[in-house]
C-alpha cells in the first residue's frame, strides 16, 4: 500500500541555486496576474488598482530585462490574461458605484435639505429644465 501522504522534507527545501534560476515570473505567471488584476479591479480602490496595475509593470520589466523571453510573448500573455479578467469579470458582474436615489435624498435630508426628486442623470453640459432646481454633483 502506498503512503499517499508521504512526504519528505528534502523536497520542501529552496535549492541554494534558486537565485540563479530567472524562470521567475514566467509568461504564465504573468497572464494570472494580469487576469486577477483586471477581474478584481471594479472592487480596488484607486490605491489597490494603481499599486496591482505597477506590479504587473514591475514584474514584466524584470521578465523583459532578464533576456529570458521575448517582448512579443510577453504581450500576448498579459494581453490573454487580461482578456479572460475581463470576461470573468463581465459573467460575475461588477459593483454599482453610483449611490442610489435613495442614499442621496437621506444624505441631503441629514444636511438639512429638502429634495422633492432626486433622479441620476448622464452629465450632458447642462440643465435643459425651466424649473428651479439644483444640479449636484457627487465625486
Same mark, same amino acid.
Request: glycine residues 8%; contains cysteine.
Given at each position: 500500500?502506498?503512503? $499517499?501522504?508521504?512526504? /519528505? #522534507?528534502? /523536497? @520542501?527545501?529552496?535549492?541554494?541555486?534558486?537565485?540563479?534560476?530567472?524562470?521567475?515570473? &514566467?509568461?504564465?505567471? @504573468? =497572464?494570472?496576474?494580469?487576469?486577477?488584476? =483586471?477581474?478584481?479591479?471594479?472592487?480596488? *480602490? /484607486?490605491?489597490?488598482?494603481? +499599486?496591482?496595475?505597477?506590479? $504587473?509593470? @514591475?514584474?514584466?520589466?524584470?521578465?523583459?530585462? *532578464? +533576456?529570458?523571453?521575448?517582448?512579443?510573448?510577453?504581450?500576448?500573455?498579459?494581453?490573454? +490574461?487580461?482578456?479572460?479578467?475581463?470576461?470573468?469579470?463581465?459573467?460575475? +458582474?461588477?459593483?454599482?458605484?453610483?449611490?442610489?436615489?435613495? &442614499? #442621496?435624498?437621506?444624505?441631503?435630508?441629514?444636511?438639512?435639505?429638502?429634495?422633492?426628486?432626486?433622479?441620476?442623470?448622464?452629465?450632458?453640459?447642462?440643465?435643459? *429644465?425651466?424649473?428651479?432646481?439644483? #444640479? #449636484? =454633483? @457627487?465625486?
Amino acid at each position: 500500500m502506498v503512503d $499517499l501522504l508521504h512526504l /519528505r #522534507v528534502a /523536497r @520542501l527545501l529552496v535549492p541554494p541555486t534558486f537565485h540563479l534560476d530567472n524562470s521567475f515570473p &514566467a509568461p504564465a505567471f @504573468l =497572464a494570472a496576474f494580469a487576469a486577477v488584476v =483586471a477581474a478584481d479591479a471594479p472592487w480596488m *480602490s /484607486r490605491r489597490w488598482r494603481r +499599486g496591482s496595475r505597477a506590479a $504587473l509593470g @514591475l514584474l514584466l520589466a524584470l521578465r523583459l530585462f *532578464s +533576456g529570458t523571453t521575448g517582448l512579443r510573448e510577453l504581450i500576448v500573455a498579459v494581453a490573454v +490574461g487580461w482578456v479572460v479578467g475581463s470576461v470573468v469579470s463581465l459573467v460575475i +458582474g461588477t459593483p454599482e458605484r453610483r449611490p442610489s436615489e435613495q &442614499a #442621496v435624498s437621506s444624505a441631503l435630508g441629514r444636511l438639512g435639505i429638502s429634495a422633492s426628486a432626486v433622479i441620476h442623470t448622464r452629465s450632458a453640459g447642462g440643465v435643459t *429644465s425651466t424649473a428651479p432646481c439644483v #444640479v #449636484v =454633483a @457627487l465625486l
